[in-house]
């Protein structure tokens, strides 16, 4: 732990924002994330737990849940997303981000890069509109034709 | 010689109310008190209903209990549409009614399953009581028996 | 090599709720499945940011409607951290007490409809009607059979009534007896060991990397129960085992939940010893009830794994963001790759034994 913990002091990209006895939250630009995701997969990381995404008007905060569960350790990566930029997929180095991230595209709207499927998974695919954004409409389409079915 | 004279039709919608065969169509919640329904305690198989078919073609009887959803509606009506007549649903819970507690704010629930199918008898509750589903089965039975062939 | 796809429609035999695979296969094995969810997305998450704090209890009940008590928790143990509210000590002892036998009652709906996805019906009679004595206990206390909306921010609805000991204890001492016949019938049963055993294996490689919880991991071989690990609540002050196996089939996963039951029943045992005469059952909070701005993140063990709530609050009545975070989500999309070369009789064993309903996964 404490040998992590140095690293991540030194570290200029990272910046720690609270520290308890087995759980940090760092801070991190958007373009560092497949860094600091190999980095913590060396350390025994191993576990996406999930992907919180919260609006904030101009910009989207999403927080990354990452579990070291044989030994107990947790860390919440914070990062920041502004409307209408990209961010990269972690699906190649965490299986649960397969569908993580196709749930926050959902709801939220965020573009996730090399992903090996985006598309939306709780919504019907013709809905239109991200419905979790604080300035969603009202009335969003919905789709009632009775003879359309979903194919892959 | 010993034998009775009746009206066929009175026979006819006698066995045909006191063996209606239900296909297993629990979404949420309300599915959980179905099968509470069905089990021992509150027997089903007692009033003819007991034997739930997985396959439309072989039952008569939909009990749509749980939310529907905007994604579940295509399939709703070609399950209707695959059974034969004569054909009966009831809408359990209180979700298939109006909305339920999902009616205000929510942008993928249907609010009114009888635009989509037409129903025979609503179950109040959110979930309903075994006793009260099976209320709602009396009430059907006595529907068929008044129903004019 | 050519295959033909099958659809495994949204509407079928199983209790599991509506969900849709669409399997590739060459004769019977399986090459390829993908997982269509979202039939019962009912937008829970956007119903709780336009309601007020206390309000969204009851929609949390319906998140997981087996055990409602265990999904209540985190959202309130959330709200309570984030508005500093104490929780008097007989409240905590009395959520306990329910949140296990919750769990107890979702085991055993859960071993019914995995014997009834195999094919053999009598358990599942067994299993229902141990369950209805639990729903009955429910009943006296909260005045509802399922969806009881008992905890409140605070404490809970209602303080235990006269005979609530005697009736709980009546029930632990009888569903040892039971227990003992169920072992006899499923468990050293042949037909089922042959259905069961060596089918669905999940490595604790491929658990890990896919963020499975719950007792789906702790039949691989690892030992992690948020209970002792993060505990929360009075957890700390019980003794109770974790039970773990290695080989991590269906078969291990299915005496792993039998193993849990017993170790609910010694914790239900030794609260009823602790948990003082006297006290208060809720400190309650004031009717307009504003929580200082922050966010956190509770998890909590609930009978498939771990589930998590996010909350975000402004400083306002209504939250600004309530994320939940359920087990399923991450067990199902593991089902994908794990299905690969099985045979189709094996995947519906193998999805009925990791205890996934689908109203968690789609909230």
New interface residues.
Partial sequence: MKNLKSQLQNNQNVKILTEEKNEFTLEIENNYIINIANLLLGKNY?????I????LEEKIKL?Y?L?D??N?RFI?LQTFVKNGEHIESLSDL???A???ER?VYDLFGVKFLNHPNLT?????DDFKGF??LKN?KKS?K?????????F? | MNFITAKSDKVIKWARKNSLWPLTFGLACCAIEMMSTGASKYDLDRFGCGAFRATPRQADLLIVAGTVT??M???I?TLYDQMTYPKYVIAMGNCTINGGPFSEHS??VTKNLDE?IPVDIYVPGCPPRPEALLEGIFKLQEKIQNEKS | MKTYTLNIGPQHPSTHGVLRF?AEINGEEIQNL?C???FL?R?I??ILENKEYYQGIPYTDRVDYLAPINSNFPLVLAIEKLANIEVPEKAEYIRVITSELNRIASHLLWFGAFNLDLGSFTPFMYGMREREKILSIFEKLTGARMLYNYLRIGGVAKDLYEKFEDDVLRFLTDLDNKLVQYNKLVTKNIIFKARTQGVGKLSKDLA????V?GPS?RASG?N?DIRK??PYSIYSKLEFDVPTYQKGDAYSRFRVRINEINESMKIIRQCLIQIPKKGDFINKPPVVFKVSPG?T?IPTEAPRG?L?I?L?SDGTEKP??V?I?SAG??T???LE?LAIGQKIADLIATFGSLDIILPEV?R
């Fill in positions: 191993l576990s996406l737990l999930t919180v995404a919260v609006d927080i849940r579990a569960i044989e107990n919440n965490f299986k649960s397969n569908w993580l749930e939306r998974i709780l919504n019907p419905p979790l969603a969003l919905k789709s009632k034709n009775p003879n359309q079915l979903t892959f | 905007n994604k509606i295509p399939r009506k942008y993928s989509i | 669409v993908k269509d969810i979202g997305h937008s998450e956007k890990l990397k896919y963020g919880t991991l690892v992690y690990k993060i966010e993140y771990e998590g996010y975000v600004y963001r994320k975070r989500f991450n199902l999309n593991c790759e789609d």
